[in-house]
Antibody
Framework: QVQLVQSGAEVKKPGASVKVSCKASGYTFTSYDISWVRQAPGQGLEWMGWISAYNGNTNYAQKVQGRVTMTTDTSTSTAYMDLRSLRSDDTAVYYC??????????WGQGTLVTVSS | QSALTQPASVSGSPGQSITISCTGTSSDIGGYNYVSWYQQHPGKAPKLMIYDVTNRPSGVSNRFSGSKSGNTASLTISGLQAEDEADYYCSSYTSSSTVLFGGGTKLTVL
């Protein structure tokens, strides 16, 4: 079955960077985009951007533009989300999801990133 | 861009029907038939329930249905069951080739 498995929880200090991975299985990796969505504690979902696993093209949300880089490794069917200059309000669960035109299914299990001094 | 507007909470009794609204603008909901709905139980990842306004993924109960009129999309759950109690989020494609989520609606089954 189609599955996305993410890397484990991270604790980072303000100003640091974090890289979250998302390994896909059960489908042709290059046939779909991968999107990243985050959810701060007790808050709603926030779309961060997406990357084409076919050609690497990206589109990022304005809020994280300049601090985020999304990449893929087609040899391992893995997507990565790198977020730099971390702030306390970046504390959230980060999800990857396989993207259709503008729908996300399935989702990874989520990765908690905690930013704290 | 501001989030799409959803009611903070809705409630209903088992067996009843409820509708959750999601209001945007002509640059998102009103301009495209790319509205999706997600169900999220506490501590779990979201699950796709409706895509492209009205379509249900395989395995999703036909008690869930979606619609759209102008800049407002709606999710209707009929025959409410206890397991439907969850947070629900709408999302839409936008004219900036991005995706916008709603603020979320907490559904309580009384």
């Amino acid at each position: 079955q189609v599955q996305l498995v993410q890397s484990g929880a991270e604790v980072k200090k303000p100003g640091a960077s974090v890289k979250v991975s998302c390994k896909a299985s059960g489908y042709t990796f290059t046939s779909y985009d991968i999107s990243w969505v985050r959810q701060a504690p007790g808050q709603g979902l926030e779309w961060m951007g997406w990357i084409s696993a076919y050609n690497g093209n990206t589109n990022y949300a304005q809020k994280v533009q300049g601090r985020v880089t999304m990449t893929t490794d087609t040899s391992t069917s893995t997507a990565y989300m790198d977020l730099r200059s971390l702030r306390s309000d970046d504390t959230a669960v980060y999800y990857c999801a396989r993207a259709g035109v503008a729908d996300f299914d399935p989702w990874g299990q989520g990765t908690l990133v905690t930013v704290s001094s | 861009q501001s989030a799409l507007t959803q009611p903070a909470s809705v409630s209903g009794s088992p067996g009843q029907s409820i509708t959750i609204s999601c209001t945007g603008t002509s640059s998102d909901i009103g301009g495209y038939n790319y509205v999706s709905w997600y169900q999220q139980h506490p501590g779990k990842a979201p699950k796709l329930m409706i895509y492209d306004v009205t379509n249900r993924p395989s395995g999703v109960s036909n008690r869930f249905s979606g619609s759209k009129s102008g800049n407002t999309a709606s999710l209707t759950i009929s025959g409410l069951q206890a397991e439907d109690e969850a947070d629900y989020y709408c999302s839409s494609y936008t004219s900036s080739s991005t995706v916008l989520f709603g603020g979320g609606t907490k559904l309580t089954v009384l």
